[in-house]
């Protein structure tokens, strides 16, 4: 849409919205669709009102009206442009204040500019008949099956279904091994590239950069209920890699370790049927704290009514239900929690087992 000369990157989002929407602003600064594209918008991963009548599908019937009531009610917490987190929210609003401005829906935008022009014809948010007797069912970390979800105000967070080789096509176009009218919007998305505060990771309208062992990686990932990919490339080399995958596992690894073997690749425990067990009251008490994992980056433990709870930064609470009285796993997540004491009894640190990965945090509260 820039390069056609319908907007620019720094028009305010406010103005493709109905003039009844109060879009927060602070110290004077309005968020711009740059802002949202490069993840910098000051807008939280999730609205604060998501809360869907079936939690299995929770996105749903979060309809345009909930988010302008978010929106106009929403005070930022820090400064437009300072810093960046991911925001599914920032995204699914950049979608919904583009599809406004073309006047389509979200799903008629992208297939009339992106999807077609592409000869991308097996990618779609609304699934046909044979399609959707393709559709791979979507599972949970223990292998049963979950709802599809369907992502309503929200669809530019991560609507659109796709095949492989559909996937390969754009990987094709943003890699320049064919020329396709989107040359110089693909070439745009890469310019002006920021920071994320993660050292070698950089963010450009979209696409993530890493910049590890001399090589530069460009890539995006996805996740919904039961499913997860990955496409990523390697502008040097033209190489690209696609990895679609239908289980709540991230897949991150996999993509990464195809362009460069000396990314790890994660080591999965095989899913199991966990029990909880009964655990004493002040044992409980002696995990109560706040445990680093990397600097500036915190997992928060609490104790409420006799229950365990962890949070993690962008995620919501969970419930830590105990396995043994140093083990303790989500009922609804393939993650676990385990804590460890020195000689004296007390807490050290935990380890997060996630996607994968073990990852150590040392108790500094």
């Known amino acids: 849409m820039v ?11 406010a103005k493709f919205l109905p003039p009844a929407v109060k879009m927060p602003r602070r110290n004077g600064r309005e968020i711009t669709l740059l802002d949202l594209s490069n993840q910098v918008s000051g807008l939280p991963r999730l609205p604060d009102n998501l809360k869907p009548a079936d939690p299995a599908d929770p996105y749903a019937d979060y309809g345009p009206a909930r988010l302008y009531e978010f929106l106009s009610g929403y005070t930022l917490a820090r400064d437009i442009g300072k810093a960046y987190e991911y925001s599914n929210l920032g995204a699914g609003l950049l979608g919904h204040a583009l599809a406004l401005k073309a006047g389509k829906s979200y799903e008629e935008l992208v297939r009339r500019r992106i999807l077609d022009p592409l000869g ?6 609304t699934l046909s008949d044979s399609q959707k007797k393709r559709l791979a069912a979507g599972t949970d ?43 110089a919007a693909f070439r745009r998305m890469l310019a002006g590239r920021r920071p994320t505060g993660t050292p070698d990771l950089e963010i450009a309208k979209g696409w993530h950069i890493w910049n590890k062992f001399g090589k530069e990686i460009i890539w995006h ?57 009964s655990v004493d009251a ?77 990852r150590e945090a040392r108790k500094i509260k």
């Open 3 to 13: 390069e056609r000369g319908e907007l620019k990157l720094d028009d305010p989002v």
């Open 120 to 125: 991308m014809n097996d990618t779609a948010i």
């Open 141 to 183: 970390a223990s292998l049963r099956p979950v709802k599809n979800w369907e992502l309503g105000a929200l669809a530019g967070a991560g609507a659109l279904r796709s095949t492989t080789n559909d996937m390969l096509k754009f990987l094709a176009a943003a890699m320049e091994l064919r020329d396709t009218p989107l040359r």
């Open 221 to 277: 990932n996805g996740g919904t209920g039961g499913y997860r990919s990955f496409v990523g490339f390697d502008p040097a080399k033209k190489k690209g890699v696609v990895v679609l995958c239908n289980t709540a596992f991230g897949v991150d690894d996999l993509g990464l370790h195809a362009l460069e073997a000396r990314y790890p690749v994660a080591r999965f425990r095989p899913p199991r049927e966990r029990k909880a067990v």
């Open 282 to 358: 002040k044992v409980l008490e002696g995990y109560v704290g706040e445990y680093e994992l990397k600097p500036g980056v915190t997992i928060t433990i609490t104790l409420s009514g006799g229950r365990l709870y962890e949070r993690t930064p962008g995620q919501p609470l969970f419930e830590l239900l105990a396995e043994s009285p140093t083990e303790f796993f989500r009922k609804t997540e393939d993650v676990q929690t385990t804590f460890f004491k020195d000689a004296s009894g007390a807490v050290t640190h935990l380890v997060l087992y996630q996607n994968g990965f073990d």
